[in-house]
């Protein structure tokens, strides 16, 4: 028998996928626009319909042309990610979890204090770094995400706190990249997120007011002083290298020698006379001992910063426990006695998992990380 040849009639022709505009700092909005025959100042009327009146109907922009509207549709969109859920804690923390790209799930949590609004934002969904006691490593890592995906995630917040009733009526003040992922391991897409929140034609933050986290990626630490000033906060968690090889695996790639150094680098960069927070999770035996202290005094001793404390927060099986009360006290005295400015974080909005370490989302994990560690708790239980 023959062999039967199945020929396909001809396909439509595939449409191009619309340009999210979202995706746009100021400059690469100034680039899209003139490529397409318009002026310049076409970029900043649009930035500011898009960041400052959360608009995505290019028709709702009444001092553009409708000409240039029609234009618009044809090419171009304003896409945020979705909204898979809203929750809200008792003490007016809000949590959204969103839909990305990848078919993964991101968290943002906006936390308010008084007249301050601060936004944790997320950069990958999960995280390509598996720091032991973070829930988030736990789900491993599917992507980057993209200047959309992330500037979205502040879009979306600001426009969810405009409608909400007036007696909540919340607006954000801060900005922290320190929710899913390592922020520094999506440099450019952080980079120019960061500058659309700073931009007076984005939501207009001062430098002060956004801070970068990092685990201690020194070569793209070094980096960063080149191309922005933004606040610095950094996750040390251990005042030793032995140990902080446990608690923060990249740090047997970058010691804390290394990372030190690149932490006086870009603060000695910034013009005003910023300091560093450093981030250190208190883990009941573990890191919270007197020798800890006493290392932890030596290690920060020549470095400007303010020391932020922050009781472990729970999550199943992570094999830590919070310290008590009395032990955050003594180790927050010890450091203050020695000079040190030092805050302990109040948990806010645990009760709808939106404490630090606590963000989860849902990782369509490329790593297997999330399988083994499902294993190993599987063995722990048997």
Not at 18 to 43: H, P, T, W, Y
Not at 235 to 244: F, T, V
Not at 250 to 259: D, F
Request: hydrophobic share 40%.
């Amino acid at each position: 028998m023959s062999d039967i040849i199945t020929v396909s009639s001809a396909s439509e022709p595939v449409q191009e996928p619309k340009i999210n505009l979202l995706d746009f700092s100021q400059e690469k909005m100034v680039e899209f626009f003139l490529s397409i025959g318009e002026k310049k100042f076409r970029a900043t009327q649009i930035l500011k319909w898009i960041h400052h009146f959360g608009v995505s109907d290019f028709d709702e922009m009444t001092n553009v042309s409708k000409a240039l509207k029609e234009k618009l549709k044809k090419i171009a969109e304003i896409r945020g990610p979705e909204v898979v859920n809203s929750l809200f804690s008792e003490d007016g923390t809000c949590k959204w979890i969103v839909r990305v790209a990848s078919g993964s799930c991101v968290e943002t949590v906006y936390i308010p204090e008084g007249k301050r609004g601060t936004l944790c934002v997320s950069s990958q969904a999960g995280c390509s770094l598996d720091c032991s006691f973070c829930s988030t490593g736990k789900q491993g890592f599917n992507s980057d995400l993209t200047v959309a995906e992330i500037i979205g995630q502040v879009w979306i917040a600001a426009k969810h706190l405009n409608n909400v009733p007036a007696k909540m009526d919340r607006s954000i003040t801060n900005v922290v990249m320190m929710g899913m992922g390592e922020p520094l391991m999506n440099f450019d897409n952080v980079v120019d997120s960061m500058n659309l929140m700073m931009d007076d034609f984005g939501y207009g933050l001062s430098k002060r007011r956004v801070t970068l986290s990092t685990s201690g990626v020194v070569p793209a630490l070094r980096k960063l002083g080149d191309v922005t000033d933004v606040s610095l906060a950094v996750s040390l968690h251990a005042p030793n290298d032995e140990l902080r090889n446990v608690l923060v695996p990249i740090n047997r790639k970058y010691p804390l020698a290394e990372l030190l150094d690149a932490i006086d680098q870009y603060m000695s960069g910034l013009r005003d006379k910023r300091v560093v927070t450093i981030e250190y999770t208190m883990m009941a035996g573990i890191n919270d001992q007197p020798e800890h202290v006493e290392q932890l005094i030596k290690l920060l001793k020549k470095v400007p910063c303010k020391i932020n404390l922050i009781p472990f927060n729970p999550f199943p099986h992570s094999g830590y426990e919070r310290p008590s009360g009395n032990a955050v006290r003594r180790f927050q005295e010890s450091l203050q006695l020695a000079g040190f400015n030092v805050t302990v974080r109040k948990t806010r909005g645990d009760d709808i998992d939106a404490a630090c370490g606590q963000l989860v989302g849902q990782v369509a994990d490329k790593t297997r990380r999330s399988e083994r560690y499902q294993s190993a708790r599987q063995l722990s239980e048997a």
